[in-house]
Each structure stands twice: as C-alpha cells, then as structure tokens.
C-alpha cells in the first residue's frame, strides 16, 4: 500500500537572536492512507515543527534546512509557495491547539468556513454558504444558521474547535493534521471533540496525524504512535505494541508516570529530570542523563533509530 | 537542568553558532548584549559621550560661550570660504564660537532633560503605584487628574504654567516635569494592575507581606524596567520640548545657552548663515535620535521575554 | 438555599470547616440593562477537611476551584458564609489579627511562572515569609531556607539564581519551599501540576506526598486532571457551577458515583490503554457546554446537560445530602447502582 | 452601552472640574490682571476701585464659585488685548485649526500606514530600515526646525509652494507635513509593531494553513485587526493636534488657535488663554470618547462595560 | 503691482502688505497697537494729519484756529462722505471725540480725556474745548485713535455691526476680515484726499519675520515690515525686492537705578557705564549702521529737539575707568540688567553686546532677558536690578510726552530720579501754550538730562520696510503706512 506521507531526515532550525534552535533534528517517519498516527511527546520536543514543516508554515526565523517531504509520492518540501496553496487546506489540513486563538476576532464564522471553499472549490458565495451551514452541521453545531453570522467570540471553546473542524474538512481533506486539538479543552468537552473527530475520519475518509503529549487521546484515538524526544523520532509503534511493551526507556518512564484510574500505586513512577533545551542538548543520546538504565556508550554517541518487529526504536538496548 | 544537581553536567554539544550567553559574570552579559545591538550601541555611545561633554564643557569647549567678538561676526564654518580653523564651526551674530556654544549647551538640555524626567517620573511612579495597588476610589480620583492633564497637549500646559510663573531653568524643570507625569502615572497604574494579580503578589499576600512590603519589593522593581525605558523615551522627548519653549521665548532665556536657544536665535539666519541654526538643529536631532536607539533598545533588554531563559 | 450536609458541630479533627460559602463577583450589566448582574463563582459550599487527610476538588474550568482556594486563603472576601480553620473563623477577621494565623495555612499555585518575583533570588524568595513573621539571626535564616532546599530537593548552590534560570518543575519546588517554609498545617493546592510536562508531574506528585507524611500536612488539592487527584487524596469533592455536587472517600466515588454528573465525567476520562477503548455507540459522554455562571439554569444546575434529568429537576434544588456512608450528593434522583 | 456611554459621559464634567480648578489656580497666583486692564499712568485708587468691581478682593472659594459660574455660561471674561469675549475668539479660529489638524492626520495616515505594513511584512529589510529611520527622524526633528527648512527649500527656493497663509490647497501642504511627520512616525511605528504582532497570531497560521493567499492574509485578516487601534490613535493624536499646531501655526502664519495662543502668551492675555486650553481639552475629551466608542464597534469582541 | 486675476473680472492692482500679527479691532478707540492702526488710517480720517515729515498738516479739517487757551474751532472740508454715502459732519466729530474723552473703559480714554466737548457751531464749523490748557491738543487729535466715526450709522446699525463692517471716510472700504489670516480693503472712489494707485489693498497676517521675507521673496507680498538685519542683504540682492529705510521716534535706551542703596546711584558710576558703550559699534555691528548714536530721547521732528545732543554719543573705556575708580569700585562691580526679547529689533543681542562692553570695563553685567509679558511687569511692579533696556517712541511728537519720564513723579515710579530744577521746567512747558517756551524749557531738561544720566539714551533706530522694486514707498515717521502714499512704479 502507497505510503500517504513520507518524511525522511527532515530538520527544521530556528536562527535566533541567542543561536541556532535545532527544533527538529533529523525525524523520519512514514503514514499509511487510512490510519491515524500520534505524534507524542513532551512540550518542546518539535511535534508542531514537525507538523508545521509538512505544511512548510514554519516561519521566520524557522527554516526547513534538510530532508524531504513525500506527500501520495510527490516531494512537497521542494514546492512553490503557490503550490503549497493550493494543497493546504484542500489536500492537506490543520487544526491547532488554542480554539480560543485560532479563529480570526473580527471575522464572522461564516465569513471564514467560506473561504476554504472560495478557495479550493469552484463555488459561489451562495453555494459556499449552504455548504459551510452544512459543515457546521456535520460537527453538532446546534443551529448553525445563526452560528454562521457569529463572531468567534461568542462561541465557546469547544464550539470554536468544532468551527475549526469544519473547517478543515470541508475540502474532504487527505490528511488532517490535529495539532493537539483537545488540550486547551475540559475533559467533557474533549471527549465530545475526540468522538466527533473518530466519527468524521470514517466519513470523510480522512488520515489523521494526531499530535499531542497526553497518551490517554493517544489510547483512544490512535492507530499508529511516534513517540519523539529532543526533536527526533525514538520510537515508533503499532498503538497496542506500544502499550503492551514499551521499548524505550522514555516511553516506558512516559507511560508508567502518568497516573491512572483503575490502578492503585502508590507511588507514580517518574522520570528525573527535565527535557533539555533545543540548544542545549547533551551528547550521546539525548535521553542519557535521565535514563536509568543509561550505559557509557549513551553518552558518547547517538544511536540509530533501528527497526525491528512492528516498529522501530532508537536506544542502544536494542 | 534539574538534574544537574545529582548528573554530572553532560558535555554540552559545541555549537560553533550557538550564541547564547555562557558567561554568568554580569557585566560580561552586559556587554554581550550591548554589542549584539548595533543601534543600541550607537545610542549609548552618543548618550554617553553627550555627559561627558556636559559635565566636562569648560575644559572641552574653546571659547567662552557668551564672549561676544564683534570682529568675528557670522563667520561660515572652518571648510567654508572665509572661515577660521579656530572657529570650526563658525560663529554667530555676535561672534560667539557656535562648537563652544553647542557644548555648553548640551548641558541646559541634558539637565532639563534629566531633572524633569526625574521630577515627572517620581510624581508619576507614586500615583501610579497608589492608584493601581489600591485601586477604588483612589483610583478614580487620581486617574480623573491623569484624564486632565491629558485632555491638555503638553506644550499648551507648558506655555500654560510659563506665562504664569516667574520663568528661569527651575521652573522650566518643575514645569516640564508636572505636565508630563502622567505618562508614568497611566503606565505604571496600568502595571501596578497586572501585576497586582500576578500569583506572587497574592502569594506575598498570603504569607502575610504587608501592603507597603509588596509595594516596594514585588511591584515596584518590577514596574522599575518601564519607568526606565519611559523615562530615557521621555528625555528625548522633553529635550524637544525645550527647544520648543526657548523657541517660543518661553524657555532659558539667554545669555544662557542651549540649543533651542541656538535654533530660536539662529533662525533669522537660516537663508543667509545656515550654520547659525543648523548645528544646534543636527545636534538636538542627533541626541534624541541616541536617546531613542538607548531607549528602544533597553525596552528589548529589559522585557522579559527576551531575557533568554538559559535553563 | 442549601441546608448545612453535615452536622455543624466542629470536632477537633476537623481542621478546616468551611459554611455555606458564596462569592458573587459582581459583573457589569450587558446593553441596554439597568440591574446589575453577579457571577456566581462560589455558591454556597459546605465542606470540612479533617487533620491530615488529601481533600481533592476537581471540576471544569470554571466551576469555581480557584476561587474557594482564594476564599479559604484569604485572598478574597466571601460574599457570604463562614471559614472555620482550627476553631477560628478567619474570613471576616481583620489583617491584624490573621497575621498570627496566617502561617498555619498556605498555598501553591497553579503557574510556576507567575508565582515567583522574577526580580528575586531563590534564597530571598523562600526567605521572604520567614522574615515576614519571625526575626532570625542571618545564620539561623539560612540554616532554615537550606533546609528547606534540601526537602524539595533543590540544590544548595542554586540559592543566588533567579526564577527564569529554572525550569517549570524546579519553581514549583521553589513553590512549595516557601509554603512549606512557615510549617502550616494546611496547604491548598491550586493545580500544582497542571502546567507541567507529563513526566514531571509526576515528580511533584510524588515530592507532595512524601511532604505529607515528613511534616504531618493537610491539604486541599485542586484539579481538574481527576487522575492525578486521584492520585493523591483521600476524598474528592466534585464541583459543577459553584457547588460541590459529590463528595466521598476517592475509592468510593470511582466505585458507585452517584451524581450524573460526576458519572459523566468519569466516562469522558481518556483511557490508559487502548485495549479499553469503549464501543463508540454506547459510549455515554456529557453533551454540551458547561452553563455561564451569570445566569445559572433554575432548580439542579446540571439539569440541562443530565441525560436523566426529570421535571423536578428544572424547578427544585436538590439537596447536598449523605446518601451513603460518608457520601454525599446534590441530586434528586442520585444514580444507585 | 448607553450605560458605558453616561458613565464615560459624566467624567467629562468631572475632569473639566479639575481642569477648571487647575487654571484657576494658576490664574490665582498670577495675581490679578487689574494692572493689566489698567493704563500704567493709573492711580493706586483706581487700582482697588477696579479689584473691588471685578471680585479679586473676595476670598479664593468665592473666586473660583464665581469663575466656575462664569465658565458654565461660557464667559471666559474679555481679552484683554482685543476687549472681546476669548471664548469667541477661540472658537472663532478652531475650523482653521481643525482643517489643518486633518490634512495633516490624512497626509500621516497616507505615507503611515502603506509604511508600516511594507515594514511588517518585510521586516528587516531595506523598506523596512528607511522606515524605520524616517520614523525615529520624525520623532528627532523639532517641527519649528521642520518648518522653517520646508519654506525655505520648496516655498524660497523652489518656488513651487506658497509661503504661508490660507487660499489654495497648496498652502495647507506644507504645514500638514510639518506638523504631520512627527505623528506620521509615531503611527508608522504603530502599524508596524501591532502587523509583526498580529501576523504571528494563530489565526493568521490558520488562515495559511487554509491555502490562503499572502495578499489577502495581510489585508483582509491581519491589517483589518491592526486598523483598530491606528484608527483610534489617529482620532486621539487629531485631537491633540488640535490644541498642538502652535508653532506651526506660527511659522506659516495660519489663522488659527495657535496663532491666537502664542500672540495671547506674549500678551500675557490670559482669558484667551484659559479659553483655549478649556476648549482644547473638551475636544480632546469628546475625541476621546468618540474614539473609544468607536473602538468597541470596530472590535467585537470588547463588550460596553 | 501684483495683478492677480481673480475669475473673469478685469485685472485689479492690488497691494499686499504684511505688517506682523493681525489688527486687534476695528474699535478705533480701544487699542493702543500701530499695527492696527496702520489699517485703521487708510479706512477712517484724522481731523489733522502729519506728513511724511512728521508736520502737521490739514486733513479733514481745511483749517484751525485758537480760540482761547482751551478752546479750538476747526472748519471741515464739505462733502466729505462716508463709504456709505453719508456725509461726514461736526455731528460725527463730536460723537466721535466726546464718546473717547468720556468712556473710562477704552484704552485710548487716557490720550483724550483732556477734551472737555465739542461744540457744534454748523454743519462745518465746531469748537473742541479741553478741560485746561492743552499745549499737546493737536497732537492729540493727529495720531492714533482721532479717526472720525459715522454716528448715524453706528446709532442705526449699533457697535456690533459697526465692529462686524467698518466704514469710514478714508481711502479705503473695509472689504474682508479673516482673522489672523488677511484684511481686505477696496478703494473709496469718492474719497476726498490724494487718490491711490491700488484698487485693492491686503493686509497679510504673519507674526513670524523669517515667513514674512519669504512672503516678499516669493513676489507675494509687496510690502513687509520689520524686516530683520540679518535678511537686509538678501532682500537686495533679490531680483524685485529693496531695503527701504527711513528714521522712527523709537530710542533704545538704558534706564538706570538712582535711588540710594544701589550703585548706580553714584553718578559717576552711571557715567562709567555710558562712558563704557559703543553706541555706533551697536549700530554697526547689530543693525548694519541703520540708526543714529544719540544723548537725548528727542529726535528731530519733535517739539522740544535739542541738536546738540543728537546724532553724538559718548565714548571712552579709560575714562570709564577712570570714572569707576573714582567712584570707589576699582576692582569693579556687579550690576543686574533686564531686558525684553523679541520686542524690538535685536533687543536682546543688543543686551548682550552692551554687557559685553561694560564687562569689558570692569563692570560685571548680570543679564535677565525675559519675554515682553514679564518684562513689563517686572517694570511695571519695579521688581528690576540696577536697569533695564526699553526702546521707547513717542507718537505725539512732543516732548512733552517723552521728557515726562524724567519728572519726580513718574520717575518716583521707575528709576527714582528727582531734580527740582526739572521738575519746575517740566511743569511750565506743561501749560505754556508759547512753542518757543516749551521748546527752550525742554531743552534746558535735555541738557541737565544727559549730564545727570538717570536715562542713558543709545540710539535712534531707523524703520526698515523691505518694499517690491514695482513700488515707491517712503516710511513716515510715525510708522504708519498710508496707502495713498505708495505709488505704484
Ligand atoms: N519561532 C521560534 N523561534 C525559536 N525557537 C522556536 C520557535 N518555535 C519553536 N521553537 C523551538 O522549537 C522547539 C520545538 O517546538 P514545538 O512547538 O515543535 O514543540 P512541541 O513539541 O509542539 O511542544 P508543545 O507540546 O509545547 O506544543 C521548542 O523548544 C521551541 O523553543
Ligand atoms: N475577580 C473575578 N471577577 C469576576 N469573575 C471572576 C473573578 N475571578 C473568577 N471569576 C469567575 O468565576 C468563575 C470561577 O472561576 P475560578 O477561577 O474559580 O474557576 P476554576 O474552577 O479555578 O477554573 P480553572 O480550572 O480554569 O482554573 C469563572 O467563571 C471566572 O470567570
Ligand atoms: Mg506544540
Ligand atoms: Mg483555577
């Protein structure tokens, strides 16, 4: 089966004031049609970058400066600005983390759905406003008709995520990025946005990569899961593989510190420690210092991220 | 970088464009930061070398800036036809060497410039902290009194208070000073707000800090970065301010010198000795173009966000 | 409106008793409107919390964590109700007087950024309350905040930087030093860990439990992450619009929850394993959007997103009531299963 | 709103009062302009005859009741160079005054806000240097200096401008500029700083990620969210023109309420000058007011309150 | 000369001048301001008025004679109309004069009330009566604020419409008044005196001198005045543009303390000081020689002119020394002297040059140089040092006025100098109504003036007009501009 994205070695740095930023050093990885693939990791570790990359949004002083890009077989790293129009919204699109910031405060909602469709879709504003009060139904919008005339300000944080959804399906999209779309959001609320999005992948026939840091969206939502540290890519696995038998001493620490409800414990497992800064990474592997089952060769050099059974994984262990 | 304390500090990659500062010495920070900024720098070394000429005029000015020489009238500068060398640039209509005049008065501008500043800045910062701290009332009050003094241009308050009060340089502080307060007060009000609310004020509260406790050791150091960049933005502005009330004969009145001084009387002269009224014109110009790049570039140094955040 | 749960008597193992406890903040009116208009924030909450136990809050954004956590420290002043803390009413007392009482009662909050003066050294920060309520020689002083150091496991050495040189999980350390630093007896909590990466959290987590027991704290935890709350506490109280709608021993309340409520929110939680993933179609989930505070709905405020909600349930409030054991419930028709 | 409305309504009386009660104050310590209003030849009698007419005998609160009744009517008393109400004299030069205030706000606005944008999107670039500059020029500039040169170089040498005074659009020209580039810097600033501000907002990522084109991010959503804020500074700095264009007016002899404050300042003829400040302020109240209005219809997400 | 064609309408010879700030009013009465008057002259007539010379000449009166020592009879010219039609009367004259001799609250009531009535005999004929001898009467009734009004038309339309619309008999019709911005005025066909070459005349308002010789350069403006010094060289070398100067009644001079307790009030300290001034270096170096070294405030063209002391001036540093050592400060003194800034031309350069001089002496000059406003007052509350520099004219042309300043009463006011001998002088000239009295009386005080120095007369300053080459213009002594006079080349 076609891969239906393909990134290889990409690397995204950042030239600031204080240095370079190497946000996303060197992640390869790979989507099938169909699936849903999560993207986790701690804040920092280049999850956005990475996605914002694929849509080659990275701005100043953000610039893509190795790798490639393969979107159903074309290298979309080497595209025009124009190009890259008219992919994103249409074939690929996003949607990002802040509801609350992600609309524009003076634009009407309407206003806004119609635009990927003036866009993308040779329509007319009459059309495009059935289409977008359509949309709006699709996501549970409750009378969408007056929700179209709103301004995003008078929409609640979920209501405003389900206008983003809307949104970024309307052009029936063949990868969806979700740039974690729940955390701003309570847990009630992230279970609706969670079930709507499971509901609409099947009807639009949409791929998803799911980018988030809570594995909790990542049991429930994903097919597929790449867990990333330090702006690489150390594992990456089937979701059940993942859960049953982490590889990595990272994904084990990740899984076992977060709290459950079925379990007991009494003490949480817990990685010491903190991420490290982008500019200020350790040699060896990046997870030495807070690996507890780091040998001397983790500290002098990098593993290869090595494939194996279901996956792949990037630690010396293996 | 948690833990450091019990890791031994991994081996830092060397990164040959990795610019972040290492160093923990201070003045070495300082510096580092001074020179990443080319503006920055140009304003500080304009505003520095400006002091010292102030402070140091009698020894740097050639001439006594009042002696008038009635054979060396309006002499061009020094490059031009007829001019002397010992003149550089040239004289005025009273044969009074323009250079020493500038020098000497650099110091009517800075002084004005400074002591209003503090003058204003003090007013402003005390309501500014009382208003904002304990807002209700008080507040109103005093921001009522700020709505005034802002329904009113400076300079029309300034002409206000002159053709009032008994002019000469105190009163020309004071003047500048009390009309341009409010631009803290509003400011730091506004702060005082905010931070108000930050967690560590409350969290100062709840460990039973008292009111003037806060006051002065969790919000006015704190609002201090404001009052610093206002304040070097305000001296430019007030050095014009002076030019344009010694323009209008509101301001010193000679034979003191300053450069609006200088400009007011040079310029009758414009058309036939342009010299007269466009040094002191190209100095104002320069001074507050420096004060502005120090001031800007302080705003960037001193707001938080771009204080890189090494860990 | 709601009649006292529990008897009202105050035993000595009651450390904190809070009664009927409101804050209406009072908001301005929308156009074309004379009355003025409040936000119910906190509206009428009873609750105690015994010596040494882990009371957990947990709600949406909104319902009003926070500002009990604000009523019960001190920060702000209860429209209406009392705060007992040892015996003493301490919410109407005058500045001068808490003074003395403050220390036994402190709080971390939920922004590590924030929370700290970003003008001040580490050693100035956890010496602040110190020097605030007691005089010290300089030796003494510091003997004191390096052995607070030492219990938060902050290094010594650290005690001249400033807050922006330390990461998030290090300045809620620093945090909880300086509530630690007056030895209270009651902590309250203000989502310690919300801001904090995953595998920190759990660092904190673990660092305020072994706190616990070292000095014999209480606290009241606030969250809305239920895992970690129930993590930590011993009973949970669940809050909806400003009121405690359940509160019970956690193991109880995961058990048989009785409110809808709490029901619903047990049942949005993400799974830990994708093994448990529900069958979408039975999936019972809350719909809709938690209700503005301004304008409450009448009768049982969570009756507009109660997938049983009755006509009762629109008119009449229901009570805060021990329905079981130790169990209490707002609800007219409490789910027994 | 209407609420909004009264409340922000009912400060203005209020801050009047303080700036009533500021004035008077300082018209107070002037002393009494009875030596003034009289010839110098005249006698200590007439003097006191004169005081004791005009009410400067009375203590400071009976003054000021007075002074406050008086303002209310609208009496500001009689210059005392021209013998006429100041109020009229005032108001009789304000259209002058604001005619000048707005050409030079639309000459700000039109060389501001194509420049700031340029220098938004470009940032660093050369555009965005010379803006830069240009801006930091304008601030740097004294308008009396400013002024001067512009006559000298496009009215004496040129020849391709008047001099001063009114008649054709060409005399307004260059007044406008001068003593429009100090607030044309201060909005190109403006435009600037709140364009770099708002293109790295959310939405502006999500407009991208829609496939939207550059153009049209940058004026239909991010310049229409940054024109708020230019529209209301441009409405307060007009205000403040208003009461501002001394010198200018001075220099290019335009008849208006500059003009009339300077000459009344070397006269030392107070009423006109109380009378201008009163009126500047109550424009500058009322544009304040006006401009706040219109920044929370401009923007819908600020509610009235 | 500038013949701007206006539309359709043929081409009109009109006249621009700028004089400074705006006129305050057309209230001929209520203003003290040659500007202003400068316009009203060419819109109202004076019973009498002086030539270019500074004579007395008939103007609306054809002719005078003394009745008595208080009494007056003039006949008026017949046919005089007003720019309504009206035609102008004793009826007018006595309205006119009697409303400024008896209303205490115009400014120019103190210049008249010494005016008694007019006493109407016919339509032509009437008599002023003034309350006692007035030897400065016709003076009085030929200089500003004698303009005579139109009463029907001031009683019908009121004083508020008068103000709004002028009229008047003059050479010109009020036309337009922008304030602060221009005065238009269009020619009186049927004015009764010289005919003028303009059809138009404008009066541009610009305060500011370096705009107003821009006016003149750019040919927009034909006539300017006060034009600086420093713009004299670049209005002549300009191709259409001149210099025109000609003498003012306008003396720079030093008034110095007499009273005990300061310095000054040794006389040979005050001679120190004049002796110490290079009146001429003032001249030369300030104002490019245009004005006349002087010992007396009295210039030619006025009553009571003493040429001995005119055109002469006293300077010699040893002897200033000399003087300072004798007077007890050989290691020299400190004074304080004020002056006004921007008043007069180079006033305060003026100043400084003169503090220059006196350092240069061993007299350490401490200078207060502050706007006219505080100035004055300073003045007026006699809250000044040691001196102060004023430039004083006298519109009367008399002595009489000028010479005043040195009498007990009002110096008691200013400087403290008493003389008894003057004082007796003054008061004779006062009433004499025998020119050739007056005339020796005062310069009998001229002479004890300039060896007593309570005043240190400096010089007499010329008027400087910058003027378009396209007309002839003369300046007159009393600053006026009357438009009649300015021929078209
Ligand atoms: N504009 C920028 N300039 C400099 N550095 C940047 C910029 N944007 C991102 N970075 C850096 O790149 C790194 C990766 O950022 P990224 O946003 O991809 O993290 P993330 O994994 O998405 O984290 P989060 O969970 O917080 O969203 C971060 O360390 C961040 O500091
Ligand atoms: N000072 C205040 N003035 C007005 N309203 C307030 C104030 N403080 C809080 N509120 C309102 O009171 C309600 C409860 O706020 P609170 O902060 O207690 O919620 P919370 O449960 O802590 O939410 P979160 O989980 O987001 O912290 C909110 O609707 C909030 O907007
Ligand atoms: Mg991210
Ligand atoms: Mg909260």
Redesign the interface.
């Known amino acids: 089966m076609a891969k239906l994205l393909e990134v290889k070695d990409l690397k995204t740095y950042f030239?600031t004031?204080?240095?370079?930023v190497p946000s996303v050093d060197g992640v390869s990885f790979s989507m099938e049609k169909g699936q849903t693939t999560a993207l986790v990791g701690?804040?920092g570790c280049g999850k956005s970058v990475t996605s914002f990359s694929i849509?080659q949004?990275v701005?100043?002083p953000g610039k893509i400066v190795a790798g490639e890009i393969h979107f159903k077989g074309q290298n979309i790293a080497q595209y025009s600005?124009k190009k890259?129009?008219?992919?994103?919204?249409?074939e690929i699109?996003?949607i990002?983390q802040?509801p609350l910031?992600?609309?524009?405060?003076?634009?009407r909602i309407g206003d806004?759905l119609d635009?990927?469709l003036l866009?993308?879709q040779k329509l007319s504003k009459k059309e495009a406003k059935a289409e977008s009060i359509k949309m709006l139904g699709k996501v549970g919008i409750p009378r969408p008709e007056k929700i179209y005339d709103s301004?995003p300000?008078e929409l609640?944080g979920?209501?405003r995520q389900r206008v983003?959804i809307a949104?970024a399906l309307s052009c029936s999209p063949s990868l969806l990025i979700a740039d974690e779309p729940t955390t701003a959001l309570?847990?009630?609320?992230?279970?609706?946005i969670?079930?709507l999005m499971?509901?609409l992948k099947s009807e639009f026939d949409t791929s998803i990569l799911l980018i988030t840091?809570?594995?909790?969206?990542?049991?429930?939502l994903?097919d597929r899961v790449i867990v990333m540290y330090a702006g690489q890519v150390i594992e990456e696995r089937d979701?059940?593989s993942l859960?049953d038998d982490p590889k990595h001493p990272y994904t084990q620490?990740?899984i076992s510190?977060?709290?459950?409800?079925?379990s007991q414990?009494d003490?949480?497992?817990?990685?010491?420690?903190?991420?490290?800064?982008p500019?200020?990474?350790?040699?060896g592997c990046y997870f030495?210092?807070?690996c507890p089952k780091a040998k001397d060769i983790c500290?002098s050099s990098m593993p290869e991220l090595k494939g194996f059974e279901d996956g792949q994984v990037r630690c010396w262990l293996y | 970088m948690e833990s450091n304390a019990q890791t031994e500090p991994a081996i830092y990659k060397a990164d040959k464009y990795d610019r972040s500062i290492k160093s923990n010495n201070k003045l070495i920070i300082l510096l580092t930061k001074i020179s990443r900024s080319k503006t920055g720098l140009v304003g500080l070394i304009t505003v520095l070398s400006l002091i010292i000429v102030a402070v140091f005029s009698p020894f740097i000015a050639p001439y006594d800036p009042i002696k008038i020489d009635t054979s060396k009238i309006l002499l061009p500068p020094f490059w031009l036809e007829g001019g002397e060398i010992s003149h550089i640039l040239g004289t005025d209509n009273l044969g009074r060497d323009i250079l020493s005049r500038l020098i000497y008065g650099s110091r009517i501008s800075l002084v004005v410039g400074v002591l209003s500043v503090i003058v204003a800045g003090a007013i402003g910062v005390f309501f500014g902290l009382i208003a904002g701290y304990y807002g209700g009332m008080v507040d109103n009050i005093i921001m009522r009194l700020v709505d005034a003094f802002l329904s009113v241009p400076t300079i029309l308050f300034c002409i206000v208070f002159l053709t009032v009060l008994e002019p000469g340089l105190p009163t020309l502080i004071l003047v500048i000073g009390v009309t341009s307060w409010v631009l803290y007060a509003r400011m730091i009000r506004s702060e005082t707000l905010s931070l108000r609310e930050r967690e560590y004020v409350k969290a100062a509260r709840t460990m039973g800090v008292s009111n003037m406790k806060i006051i002065s050791r969790h919000i006015l150091p704190n609002v201090m970065s404001s009052v610093i960049v206002i304040s070097t933005l305000s001296v430019a502005g007030t050095i014009i301010t002076e030019s344009s009330l010694s323009f209008l004969g509101l301001g010193i009145q000679p034979p003191t010198t300053s450069w609006g001084i200088m400009l007011s009387e040079g310029k009758e002269y414009v058309a036939t000795s342009w010299w007269l009224a466009t040094f002191p014109g190209i100095a104002i110009t320069i001074t507050v173009l420096g004060i502005i790049f120090l001031g800007e570039w302080l705003r960037d140094l001193l707001d938080p966000r771009s204080q890189g955040t090494n860990s | 409106m709601i009649k006292l749960a529990s008897t009202t008597e105050i035993t000595n193992d009651d450390l904190l008793v809070i009664k009927n406890l409101k804050k209406h903040f009072e908001v301005n009116s929308q156009l074309f409107k004379k009355k003025k208009d409040y936000l119910k924030a906190v509206d009428g909450i009873n609750l105690t919390v015994k010596r040494g136990e882990t009371l957990g809050i947990v709600g949406e954004s909104g319902c009003g964590k926070s500002t009990l956590g604000n009523l019960i420290i001190g920060l702000l002043q209860p429209t209406e109700g009392e705060v007992f803390f040892d015996g003493t009413e301490i919410s109407n007392m005058k500045e001068k007087h808490l003074k003395k009482i403050r220390p036994n009662y402190q709080m971390i909050f939920q922004d590590p950024f924030s929370s700290l003066n970003p003008r001040m050294r580490l050693f100035d920060l956890i010496a602040e309350p110190i020097i605030t309520h007691e005089k010290l020689s300089k030796q003494e002083l510091e003997d004191k905040v390096y052995e607070l150091m030492q219990d938060v496991g902050l290094d010594p050495s650290y005690s001249q930087r400033f807050p922006h040189e330390f990461s998030g999980g290090q300045r809620q350390r620093i945090g909880i030093a300086r509530a630690l630093a007056l030895k209270p007896k009651l902590i309250i909590c203000d989502e310690p860990v919300s801001a904090l990466d995953v595998s920190i959290q759990a660092q904190i987590l673990n660092l305020l439990s072994e706190l616990q027991e070292k000095y014999n704290l209480t606290y009241i935890f606030i969250a809305h992450g239920l895992p970690a709350v129930k993590h930590i506490s011993n009973r949970i109280g669940v809050m909806y619009l400003g009121n405690v709608v359940e509160l019970a021993d956690k193991e109880e309340l995961f058990r048989r929850p009785m409110h809808p409520y709490t029901n619903g929110l047990l049942a949005s939680l993400p799974i830990s394993n994708p093994r448990l993933r529900r069958n979408p179609e039975n999936e019972i989930i809350l719909e809709g959007d938690m209700p503005s505070p301004v304008n409450p709905p009448s009768g049982c405020k969570f009756h507009t997103r109660c997938p049983y909600a009755q006509e009762k349930c629109k008119t009449a409030v229901p009570e805060f009531e021990e329905k079981a054991d130790s169990h209490f419930v707002a609800c007219h028709f409490p789910l027994m299963g | 709103m209407w609420r909004y409305f009264s409340y922000r309504l009912l400060q203005i009386p209020l801050v009047l009062l303080i700036i009533s009660l500021m004035i008077f104050v300082l018209v107070y310590i002037a002393g009494d302009p009875v030596a003034l209003m009289l010839p110098a030849e005249a006698t200590q009698q007439e003097v006191q005859q004169l005081r004791a007419a005009l009410g400067f005998d009375q203590p400071f609160y009976i003054q000021f009741w007075n002074y406050m009744i008086d303002l209310i009517k609208g009496d500001f008393g009689e210059s005392y160079k021209y013998g006429v109400g100041a109020l009229s004299l005032v108001l009789e030069r304000m259209p002058a005054t604001f005619e000048l205030a707005t050409a030079s706000m639309i000459i700000a606005v039109v060389i501001a806000v194509p420049l700031g944008i340029i220098s938004a999107i470009k940032p660093n670039s050369i555009i965005d240097l010379f803006a830069t500059s240009l801006s930091v020029l304008g601030k740097a500039i004294p308008n009396f200096w400013l002024g001067i040169m512009l006559i000298l170089v496009f009215a004496v040498n040129l020849k391709i401008m008047p001099v001063s005074g009114t008649g054709s659009w060409k005399h307004i020209i260059l007044p406008a500029i001068t003593l429009g580039t100090a607030v044309s810097a201060q909005i190109t600033r403006l435009v600037r700083s709140n364009m770099l501000e708002i293109l790295q907002q959310d939405y502006i990522r999500t407009a991208k990620s829609k496939g939207q084109k550059k153009s049209v991010i940058i004026f239909k959503h991010a310049f229409r969210n940054s024109l708020v804020p230019v529209i209301t500074i441009t409405l307060l700095q007009l205000a403040s023109l208003v009461g501002g264009a001394l010198i200018t007016e001075m220099i290019f002899a335009w008849p208006g309420v500059g003009q009339l404050i300077i000459q009344a300042v070397y006269d030392k003829d107070l009423p006109i000058i109380q009378a201008a400040v009163f009126v500047t302020a109550v424009i500058i109240l009322f544009m304040n007011l006006f401009s706040d209005i219109l920044y929370r219809f401009l923007d819908p997400r600020i509610k009235f309150n | 000369t500038t013949s701007k064609s206006e539309g359709s309408k043929e081409e009109k010879n009109i006249l621009n001048i700028s004089v400074g700030p705006d006129m305050l009013t057309w209230d001929i009465h209520n203003h003290t301001n040659t500007s202003t008057e400068v316009i009203h002259v060419n819109v109202f007539d004076y019973l009498l008025m002086r030539d270019t010379e500074g004579e007395i000449k008939p103007h609306l009166a054809k002719s005078w004679e003394k009745v008595d020592d208080t009494t007056y009879q003039f006949e008026l010219n017949n046919g005089v109309k007003f720019h309504n039609g009206d035609e102008l009367t004793s009826e007018d004259v006595k309205f006119t004069l009697e409303r400024v001799a008896k209303d205490e609250t115009l400014r120019s009531y103190g210049d008249f009330k010494s005016i008694k009535e007019v006493k109407i005999i016919d339509d032509y004929n009437f008599q002023i009566v003034t309350n006692e001898p007035d030897p400065m009467f016709l003076s009085r009734i030929s200089r500003q604020a004698s303009g005579i009004l139109p009463k029907k038309y001031i009683e019908e339309k009121g004083w508020d419409e008068f103000l709004k619309s002028p009229i008047g008999s003059g050479p010109y019709k009020f036309k337009e008044w922008k304030k602060d911005n221009q005065i238009v005025l269009e020619k009186n066909e049927d004015y009764f005196g010289k005919s003028s070459d303009w059809d138009e005349v404008v009066f541009r308002a610009i305060p500011e001198d370096s705009t107003r010789v821009a006016e003149l350069l750019t040919d927009n403006i034909d006539l300017i005045a006060n034009v600086p010094p420093s713009d004299w060289k670049r209005v002549n070398d300009s191709e259409n543009n001149t210099i025109v100067t000609g003498p003012s009644n306008r003396t720079y001079m030093l008034f110095i303390r007499t009273q005990k307790d300061w310095p000054t009030s040794d006389l040979k300290v005050r001679q120190a000081i004049d002796y110490a001034i290079d009146d001429q270096a003032l001249i030369d170096s300030l104002l490019d020689g245009k004005g006349t070294p002087t010992l007396t405030r009295i210039n030619p063209g006025n009553l009571g002119f003493e040429e001995s002391l005119y055109n002469k001036y006293n300077y010699d540093v040893e002897r200033s020394k000399e003087l300072l050592a004798e007077s007890g400060f050989k290691d020299g003194l400190t004074i304080e002297l004020s002056g006004p800034t921007g008043r007069y031309i180079k006033d305060r350069e003026i100043l400084q040059m003169v503090a220059g001089m006196l350092e240069a002496v061993g007299i350490k000059t401490e200078m207060n140089i502050q706007k006219w406003s505080t100035f004055s007052e300073a003045i007026d509350q006699q809250k000044f040092k040691d001196g102060y520099l004023i430039a004083l004219g006298s519109s009367f042309f008399d002595s009489g006025q000028s010479l005043d300043y040195y009498g007990s009463e009002r110096a008691s006011t200013i400087n403290g100098y008493s003389n008894e001998t003057v004082d007796q002088l003054l008061k004779e000239a006062k009433v004499s109504l025998d020119e050739n009295e007056r005339t020796q009386k005062y310069q009998e005080v001229q002479k004890i003036a300039s060896q007593e120095l309570p005043i240190i007369p400096l010089f007499q300053i010329d008027q400087f007009f910058g003027a378009s080459k396209k007309i002839e213009y003369q300046p007159r002594l009393d600053e006026l501009i009357y438009v009649p006079d300015i021929k078209k080349k």
């Not at chain 1, 004031?17 to 370079?20: A, D, L, R, S």
């Not at chain 1, 910031?101 to 634009?107: A, D, G, I, K, Y």
């Not at chain 1, 510190?257 to 079925?262: L, W």
């Open positions: 030239y004031q204080n240095g370079i701690e804040s849509m949004l701005g100043a600005e890259m129009e008219k992919l994103r919204g249409n699109s996003m990002f802040e910031t992600s609309l524009n405060p003076v634009l806004q635009e990927v866009l993308h301004f300000h609640s979920g209501m983003m949104m309570d847990v009630t609320i992230q279970a609706q969670l079930k499971r509901n840091h809570d594995l909790g969206v990542v049991a429930e994903a979701v059940f859960f620490g990740l510190s977060t709290p459950k409800i079925e414990e003490e949480l497992m817990s990685i010491k420690g903190n991420v490290p800064a500019n200020n990474r350790p040699s030495h210092p807070r500290k």
